[in-house]
């Protein structure tokens, strides 16, 4: 069974740029996660999906960040523009039917300049 | 509100002796689950062991176990017989089934001394 893919893996941009990362979930996970990882952190949750809705996005700063899952599958979190402050690793991560069982991917290091 | 602290910042032990490592968090839910996760340099958050609040025993697998103190809202992970291949980030997680929230602590880095 493959796992949760992300691309790309590094990114590196300047800031007020766009940049948007990709995932796509374990086969059959109806739940998605994005969250973000700053430099000696842990993760913290950005958004949660059930199928195609965001059902918790509390913690998304929605001015400039945003985040789709288009028929229920693979997910897109874009940022516009990018700052400085949003160097950090970006994981997604999928479930099934039990929310604390979370499989996560490699992640996205992003690096704004 | 949830909260995991983790107040080891860095650790090391020598191969194929035994290292503890600590976490400590608090909830205010009676339901929820503790979890240790570690994070390699390739970044992916692979689940260790999880731990039912409502359960008495310390979980084991393998080499790695816990001591959960829930009085003391304690939970640390000790892992036996380190290898090498142990040296990673360890994160320590909460999930709370009232918020269906997931919080991580800080984590420590474990360096294994060959």
């Known amino acids: 069974e493959a796992g949760v893919v992300q691309s790309p893996r590094y990114k590196i941009i300047e800031k007020k740029q766009p940049v948007a990362f990709w995932c796509n979930p374990i086969s059959g996970h109806n739940t998605l996660y994005w969250y973000r990882q700053n430099l000696g952190q842990g993760p913290e949750l950005l958004i949660r999906y059930e199928n195609e809705e965001a059902v918790d996005d509390s913690q998304l700063p929605k001015d400039r960040f945003s985040a789709e899952r288009l028929k229920g599958v693979d997910s897109t979190l874009k940022i516009q523009p990018a700052e400085l402050g949003d160097s950090a690793v970006y994981l997604c991560?999928?479930?099934?039917?039990?929310?604390?069982?979370?499989?996560f991917g490699p992640g996205t290091r992003l690096t704004v300049t | 509100a949830q909260t995991v602290t983790q107040s080891q910042p860095e650790m090391s032990v020598q191969e194929a002796e035994t290292v503890t490592l600590s976490c400590t968090y608090d909830?205010?839910?009676?339901?929820?689950?503790l979890f240790w996760y570690k994070q390699p340099p390739s970044r992916q958050m692979i689940l260790v062991i999880r731990q039912e609040a409502y359960k008495q025993q310390n979980a084991t697998e393998n080499r790695f176990s816990v001591n959960f103190q829930k009085a003391a809202k304690s939970f640390s992970l000790k892992i036996s017989d380190s290898q090498l291949g142990d040296a990673a980030m360890y994160f320590c997680?909460?999930?709370?089934?009232?918020?269906?929230?997931?919080?991580f602590g800080t984590g420590t880095r474990l360096t294994i001394i060959p």
């Open positions: 997680a909460l999930y709370n089934f009232g918020n269906e929230k997931l919080t």
């Open positions: 909830t205010s839910e009676s339901d929820y689950y």
């Open positions: 991560a999928s479930s099934l039917e039990k929310f604390y069982e979370q499989y």
